[in-house]
């Protein structure tokens, strides 16, 4: 008879608390910890999970350990916090978007305690967490990956291992390059559809079937119509990754102008107050072309 793998999850955020249900829909979930501790604590009575004040109290409870955090110091922090008390053959699964250096970083430090790291980032928005439908990117060892299968089946739909530590977030980034493309072009095609006096509503029924269309322009354009964007993706965090994705690049020497674009308006909409919105704000600053030609009009 198999043995259930016990799952410990850190980060309790827009995607990591959906996540964390999902564990606990299949049966996985042991125990929780966020830097909040209200959240963790309000999970634990909702699941019947232990909540632990200290990271390192995680440890000792889990075969895998989850991790979802904003930035590269911070999986850091959390991995050095539990290497002390980590057992020998604990899988730990990060699914923050880092850089592949500090995803080979972990994976070394880790495997210097006799445990293993997969830098598992996802795509797929807050819906994706809620529902478990993820598309989960693996970096790291295969045999850890196999033995993971459990729990990243728990959390998404397509899991592919792209090989050794750092090519899960080399995958990431490159999804992270087409997110930017796709929001600067449904931007600017709203934009423009707004200036030609179109029902919105309508096309955006009709478009979202249509050749244009992707997962963004479904789930993120109705933003656009209702002048509202929760966030789903922050715009200071697609900022943080696609720094990460430019000092990618500048590796290979090249710079790459959508990448560049993206952080230059993506600075101005966090300098206009907007950087905790979804980025589907983005069209603000493409409404205000329009806006700006119409009130230049003689």
């Known amino acids: 008879m198999p043995v259930t793998l016990r799952a410990g999850f850190v980060g309790l955020g827009a995607m990591g608390l959906g996540m964390a249900r999902n564990l606990h829909k299949h049966g996985l979930l042991s125990a929780v910890w966020n830097r909040t501790a209200e959240k963790a604590t309000a999970l634990a009575q909702e699941t019947g999970s232990k909540a632990v004040t200290k990271l390192a109290d995680l440890a000792p409870l889990c075969d895998v350990i989850v991790t979802c955090v904003s930035a590269d110091a911070d999986v850091l922090a959390v991995i050095d916090e539990l290497l002390p ?6 899988i730990v699964i990060d ?36 529902d478990g439908t993820l598309a989960i990117m693996v970096g790291g060892d295969e045999k850890a990956f196999e033995r993971a299968q459990p729990v990243l089946q728990a959390m998404g739909r397509a899991v592919t291992h792209f090989g050794a530590s750092g090519s899960g977030q080399a995958a990431k980034a490159t999804n992270q390059i087409m997110c930017a493309g796709v929001i600067q072009a449904v931007a600017e095609a709203m934009a423009f559809a707004k200036s030609e006096d ?14 244009g269309s ?13 002048d509202a964007y929760p966030a789903g993706f922050r715009v200071k965090l697609h900022e943080k990754d696609l720094k990460i994705c430019r000092a990618m690049a500048a590796r290979h020497g090249v710079q790459l102008p959508l990448i560049e674009m993206t952080l230059v308006h993506y600075r101005r909409l966090i300098e206009q107050g907007h950087g905790d919105e979804d980025i589907s704000t983005l069209f603000r600053l493409k409404d205000a072309l329009f806006a700006a030609a119409r009130d230049n009009k003689p």
Do not use: M
Request: aromatic share 6%.
């Open 214 to 226: 992707s997962w963004y322009f479904v789930n993120r354009a109705p933003n656009i119509l209702r």
């Open 85 to 90: 008390v980590i057992k020998r053959g604990t």
């Open 95 to 130: 699914c923050s978007t880092i850089s592949a250096d500090t995803a080979r970083t972990a994976a070394h430090r880790l495997n210097a305690a006799g445990a293993q790291f997969l830098d598992a980032p996802v795509s797929g928005g807050t819906e994706g967490a809620r």
């Open 198 to 211: 179109l029902p919105l509503d309508r096309l955006i029924d009709t478009l979202g079937k249509g050749a």
